[in-house]
């Protein structure tokens, strides 16, 4: 793994982001050896590291026979170019595939799409990705011809690949479209009950939560993006019924065009009337995640949405006692965040430590917005 140090970067949120490429890269099957980090005022334009230290990943990289380099920031086309020419000299025998940390996203949400519209989604994004990133591709094309003017071969079949390339995302395109157009549909049948989302960062127990809730059989991992399909389930707390859907988790450096394939699925946390943000709190960038997944929201233009706070997995922080368990509101790092102490619970989904609390608040704010939906309503709950 390439990793560097810079002013805005410091060593300590390096080594915790390369953290998560380690398990980004654990959740697609690869085992990581050896991290090289640099401190640089940023990446290099060529080769990402520095001339000197990347002659000493390619020298490592040979002599252990690695066949994955994985780097932690999205290369522009150029670097990854020079980066494959370094480690693999040898253009007809490409041993050395170089990922950066938007593709490994690329490749795990491929390998965890399951719905029709979370494998359009993917591969519009992988081909958006793509695009500019073609050049390298076709360079073995230059070798099998010599002399002077022999190259026009080569441009011709990039070319023709851009153009299949830009005709496939457009059908793409058209094929989001149709499905969303049904999913409009969908969610018209069922706009007359309320509505919950359940957000946050990857990997924070959001599908766990979503089983205790409702009492179902989400899949739930202790993996990044378990879940990619937004599944919904009706869920009913002291005789209040609501649809409560479980999405997608954020993730830092989310790759854009990712983002933008993804939005017709998050219209669940669009159109919900109360999100619920599930937080790791035993996990020391917390607050950093908390704010990632508000930025996120904000790109996504969802603001001024009921949240419930939702601190998870506090039976893993050990150094707090369990009469202890309180944290403040974050109301200063939280864009979205509600200064009310009422839209905030300490929960351990594993050991069930504060649920009841969770679904009271949950029936609470629930029935609020019942009330302010069917004001005629008011007096049945």
Known sequence: MLGII????DESLCNEHLDELEFLAKTAGASISKRFVQRLPGPDSRTYLGSGKIREVEEYVRMEQIDLVLVDDELSPAQLRNLEW????????????????ST??????ASRA???QSRTQVELAQHEYLL???TRMWTHLSKQKGGIGMKGPGEK???????NIRYRITLLKEKLEEIERQHITQRK?????????LVGYTNVGKSSLMNDLSKSEVLAENLLFATLDATVRKVVIDYTPFLLSDTVGFIRKLPHHLIESFKSTLDEVRESDILVHVVDASHPGHIAQMNVVTQTLHDLGVRDKPILIVYNKIDLIPSVQESEKEWP????????????????????????TGMDLLRAKLARMVKEAWIIRYPHQHDFY
């Not at 810079?6 to 970067?9: A, D, G, L, Q």
């Open 114 to 116: 399951q719905s029709a």
């Open 6 to 9: 810079s002013p805005s970067h």
């Open 104 to 109: 490994l996203i690329l490749d795990i949400f």
């Open 132 to 134: 500019p990133r073609l």
């Open 86 to 101: 370094l480690f693999n000299p040898d253009l007809l025998e490409a041993r050395v595939k170089i990922l950066d940390r």
């Open 189 to 197: 049948n069922r706009g007359k009950i309320i509505r919950v989302a």
């Open 157 to 163: 079949e990039i070319e023709t690949d851009r153009r």
């Open 329 to 352: 509101d974050g109301s200063d790092t939280q864009l979205l965040q509600s200064p009310d102490s009422d839209a905030i619970v300490s929960v351990s989904v594993r050991n069930r």
